[in-house]
């Protein structure tokens, strides 16, 4: 289970020690604190008080469920384009070889690294330009002949403050150990994904996520200002509890944990809008599942935690389902148990069945066992199922600021092949490690070994909703949190860009996109690599 850290400001870090494939838990779960913020107790969000372990019979829902399905109506503002879409009187040469003998005016020639292809940019002068380009064509050694288009500034960098980088900080990460921020969006290469949309805002294909629910009133998953579709465009809860209870089920995803809108806020989160942090998908539809009961007094992250604090595996499969049917085109499940995977499971089945309808599922590796809690060499359930896109954890190691490296967390399981053998993938994305070395109480105060980001601010145990330095920010509810299960969401929301980018592409092919274009941070419980948000996009839009 989550273990708790009880100091005054501690950091939670979830180690998941689970029996029982039915039950399952929380990679990485919600806690409190964050050293460079003033600890206080959270300002509510105007819900009823809820008294019921059960789906919640009332709370905030969302107005309309309505959202898009295809990445032809997912672009909600026209591109951004200067009055020509062409440079006038300009052609590029692509070849190999020697160039070309073209007798025009030389504008630029290019070179690309590792490839035997160059480029040569022509000016065309008063000729006609496809003439040209059609009597180039038929050169030896001409690999294209293009016209030269113009690319115009987009609103898709982020302007979130956090994102942005505060006084003290700079490039690459825009944090330090001392000062927040969004290492981990930086080192997977964010912007470098956004910038390859020609709309703003940036719309992913949409996400499910399966967790502790989702607080649909935080400010970064409300419906950005002059957007007619919802950001959370669906909420349902599934919860069996007692165990000899029935399924309660219902509309409301209250997330009295935590963990859900964090996860859901690091996927999706709403960006660009000048407020706390920015999210991978940028401003994907989001639908929000609750499978786990009412958080008990006292949280979940105590050495021998209630029962109330598991899920099972047919309210997670409840959920699977009616994401699939609604429309979700990737599911994040940062939930799992210890192997062995049962066939005959309804997650196992639901999952394959997601799979089979086109849905790409991606599950957090699980975080270790033991205490410290150190990664294991398999994956858990339902990360291990077949094509399932498993997710570990890497973090930062700034021992020496002037020579800082990935590495993957401590507490990170992980496999020694890609994972690409029955169509899904095993890689790694940052999800921190704090006091890898430590049992017992932990109270980590560099900020680079954390994951930061949104929280509930129904939360059983104490969050941070406070105007605090330093951005500021009225209800900024946020914590700072490490596990797979922040891992995973990062790797979700670049797989909702992917399919935004080129929808027709299957789960297996997501997978092997993903793997290809992972970077290699030189650790061998890396996977394939650590996903790499700039080049899966691009990799997405070529195949």
Not at 168 to 197: K, N, R, V
Request: hydrophobic share 40%.
């Amino acid at each position: 289970m989550p273990h708790n850290l009880p100091t005054t400001t501690s950091r939670l870090l979830g180690a998941l020690a689970i029996a029982g494939v039915l039950i399952l838990d929380a990679c990485g779960g919600g806690g409190s604190g964050n050293n460079n913020l003033v600890p206080v107790t959270p300002t509510p969000t105007p819900t009823p008080p809820i008294s019921t372990a059960a789906c919640p019979t009332s709370g905030s829902a969302p107005a309309s469920v309505a959202f898009h399905t295809s990445a032809a109506t997912t672009r909600r503002y026209a591109p951004v384009h200067g009055a020509q879409q062409f440079v006038p009187n300009q052609l590029v040469v692509t070849y190999e070889g020697a160039a070309p003998d073209i007798h025009a005016s030389r504008i630029a020639d290019l070179a690309f690294p590792g490839s035997a292809v160059r480029a040569r940019v022509i000016g065309t002068g008063g000729a006609d330009v496809d003439a040209l380009a059609q009597r180039i064509r038929s050169m030896p050694g001409v690999k294209s002949v293009s016209r030269v288009s113009y690319r115009s500034r987009m609103t898709a960098a982020a302007n979130d403050p956090y994102y942005v980088g505060f006084t003290g900080t700079s490039a690459p990460y825009f944090e330090t150990a001392t000062i927040p921020g969004q290492w981990d969006m930086h080192a997977i290469d964010m912007d470098g994904a956004w910038a390859q949309f020609t709309s703003a805002p940036v719309v992913g294909a949409p996400i499910a996520i399966v967790d502790t629910g989702v607080d649909v009133t935080h400010p970064e998953l409300i419906t950005p200002a002059g957007v007619a579709k919802p950001k959370v465009a669906r909420t349902q809860c599934y919860v069996t509890f007692p165990a000899s209870s029935g399924q309660t089920t219902g509309p409301y995803v209250t997330d009295t944990d935590g963990h859900g809108t964090n996860v859901a806020g690091i996927a999706d989160g709403d960006t660009n809008n000048s407020f706390a942090f920015a999210g991978v998908a940028f401003d994907a539809p989001l639908l929000a599942y609750r499978i786990f009961p009412t958080t008990p007094a006292g949280g979940c992250e105590v050495s021998n935690p209630p029962a109330q604090c598991d899920a099972t595996s047919t309210d997670e499969a409840s959920a699977i389902n009616d994401a699939v049917a609604h429309g979700a085109k990737v599911i994040n499940l940062s939930l799992g148990a210890a192997p062995p995977c049962s066939s005959g499971d309804p997650e196992y089945q639901a999952v394959e069945n997601a799979i089979a309808h086109g849905v790409v599922v991606v599950a957090a590796s699980g975080n270790g066992a033991g205490n410290p809690a150190v990664g294991q060499p398999y994956l858990d359930c339902p990360a291990a199922d077949p094509g399932v896109i498993a997710v570990g954890a890497s973090a930062l190691n700034d021992t020496n600021p002037l020579s800082i490296f990935e590495y993957v967390a401590s507490y990170s399981n992980y496999v020694s092949n890609h994972g690409t053998a029955s169509g899904g993938a095993f890689l790694v994305a940052p999800g921190g490690d704090p006091c890898p070395t430590s049992t017992g109480s932990c109270d980590d105060s560099d900020n680079l070994h954390w994951i930061e980001h949104i929280y509930s601010s129904t939360a059983v145990q104490t969050g941070q909703c406070a105007s605090t330095a330093p951005a500021n920010e009225a209800g900024d509810c946020r914590i700072e949190i490490a596990g797979t299960s922040q891992a995973t969401p990062h790797v979700v929301g670049v797989v909702s860009l992917m399919l935004a980018k080129n929808p027709s592409l299957t789960p297996s092919q997501i997978a092997a996109g993903l793997c290809a274009t992972a970077d290699n941070i030189g650790d061998t419980k890396q996977g394939c690599g650590r996903v790499n948000a700039a080049a899966a996009v691009s990799w997405a839009a070529t195949h």
